[in-house]
């Protein structure tokens, strides 16, 4: 699976968007990009998935360049609820062991 | 979306006792479970992955022998910490998918975690 970095942590303004980058230079043609987050001490939660296009739900955008060599996950209004660590993921969907591989992710710190 | 659930949610032993975690999926049937451990202040690092009805495929370094993975049936995987020690102690995660019903991608619900404190 193609290796992810990500800045170690980020402060936001609590009703701003919240920006979080990821690179992803040696991702391959079948990887998909996957966002989740982990507030303390719980288990992670999903965000959002994406291949190549832009994707959009309630809880987030994710835009991924053309070359896809990197993402940005995008909160358009951050609460302090969303404070947690984001982890960005590439993984092969259809592959044997369908495994999900952390890096270290970004602690985004929503400030009052 | 799917629950997963996971049984204890802590536990404190005495060094060189078993322990066992649960992990179930409530509402749907996962055919691939994961079990990932998460040091204080670290990210997850997957341990192994256990497919329903065969044995759990380890990721290296993980001793199979003291982390018994059973995968018995499509909601339930059991995760036991054999002769613990202090250095296991950790907080155990688990996941869980049904690629069949997921469509095109491999989202993967987890649990809450079991934190185990070993004396």
């Known amino acids: 699976d193609a290796k992810t970095t990500q800045p170690p942590s980020m402060d936001c303004a609590e009703g701003r968007a919240a920006n979080l980058p990821c690179n992803h230079s040696t991702i391959s043609g079948n990887e998909y990009v996957y966002w989740y987050r982990q507030i303390h001490s719980q288990g992670p939660q999903y965000i959002i998935h994406g291949l190549k296009n832009n994707e959009t739900n309630e809880m987030a955008s994710l835009i991924i360049t053309e070359d896809r060599k990197s993402s940005t996950l995008i909160l358009p209004h951050a609460t302090l609820r969303d404070t947690a660590v984001y982890y960005c993921?590439?993984?092969?969907?259809?592959?044997?062991?369908?495994?999900?591989?952390f890096g270290t992710g970004t602690l985004l710190a929503v400030q009052p | 979306g799917a629950v997963v659930s996971q049984h204890p949610s802590w536990v404190i032993c005495k060094s060189g006792t078993s322990v066992k975690i649960e992990c179930r999926s409530l509402d749907f049937q996962a055919t691939t479970m994961f079990w990932y451990r998460q040091f204080p202040k670290q990210s997850l690092m997957l341990m192994a992955t256990s497919n329903e009805g065969s044995k759990a495929t380890y990721e290296q370094g993980v001793e199979k022998d003291k982390f018994l993975i059973n995968h018995a049936s499509l909601t339930l995987s059991t995760l036991t910490v054999t002769s613990a020690h202090p250095e296991d102690s950790s907080f155990y995660i688990c996941?869980?998918?049904?690629?069949?019903?997921?469509?095109?991608?491999?989202?993967?619900?987890f649990g809450p975690g079991t934190r185990l404190t070993v004396l």
């Open positions: 996941s869980a998918s049904d690629p069949g019903t997921s469509g095109s991608y491999n989202e993967q619900f």
């Open positions: 993921i590439v993984s092969n969907w259809g592959g044997a062991t369908n495994k999900l591989i």
